[in-house]
């Protein structure tokens, strides 16, 4: 098991947020998890991942972000304690599950933030008919960057005329460990 022991655990209330509807955790870790931060950022489709520094973001939900570090972990945007004490159990659990599992997960360096809303628009019929619910293609294109959509949204894509774009902007998209965010 590469995370043992949580040292400390503090949750508490963000000073700068004045709606002082949300809860932060941050849990300081007794091991170094950096050597399972690049399998992590594979399997759970990380944000934004810093190789160098060993920093890994993963967008979670609107406004819920999980941060690690080699030897701490920060929950932020949590409703309250349990939901705080429940994500950092996950994340412990996902770290030591996934470690496990490394000799079959292809590491992966590069995170869904380093997409390019100008990329995925090229892919897209750009006829900005509105079916997705999107005022145009590229605000369709934001969306999806940011995971708050998916490709299956835009139906005009799945016509036989799309296919080999529809094929290509998967590809763009898996390629980043691009995935959708939890409801
Ligand atoms: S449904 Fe597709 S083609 Fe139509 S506006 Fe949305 S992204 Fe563009």
Not at 98 to 119: C, D, F
Request: glycine letters at 4%.
């Amino acid at each position: 098991m590469l995370l043992e022991t949580i040292k400390h655990l503090e949750i508490f209330r963000p000073k700068c947020d004045s709606t002082k509807e949300v809860l932060h955790a941050i849990a300081d870790l007794q091991e170094d998890i950096s050597p399972a931060l690049p399998f992590l950022n594979s399997e759970l489709g990380g944000w934004d991942y810093d190789a160098l520094n060993h920093v890994l973001l993963l967008k979670m939900a609107p406004g819920k972000w999980i941060t690690l570090q080699p030897r701490q972990i920060a929950v932020r945007g949590c409703r309250d304690i349990a939901e705080a004490r429940a994500l950092v159990e996950w994340i412990k659990n996902q770290v030591n599950e996934i470690y496990a599992r490394r000799e079959n997960i292809a590491p992966r360096y590069t995170g869904q933030a380093s997409l390019k809303v100008m990329e995925i628009l090229k892919l897209l019929p750009k006829t900005n008919c509105r079916v997705c619910g999107y005022a145009t293609c590229m605000a369709y294109a934001a969306a999806l960057r940011e995971g708050e959509t998916s490709w299956e949204n835009c139906p005009p894509l799945k016509e036989e005329t799309f296919q080999v774009q529809l094929a290509r902007l998967r590809e763009y998209l898996e390629s980043f460990g691009w995935r959708t965010l939890d409801a």
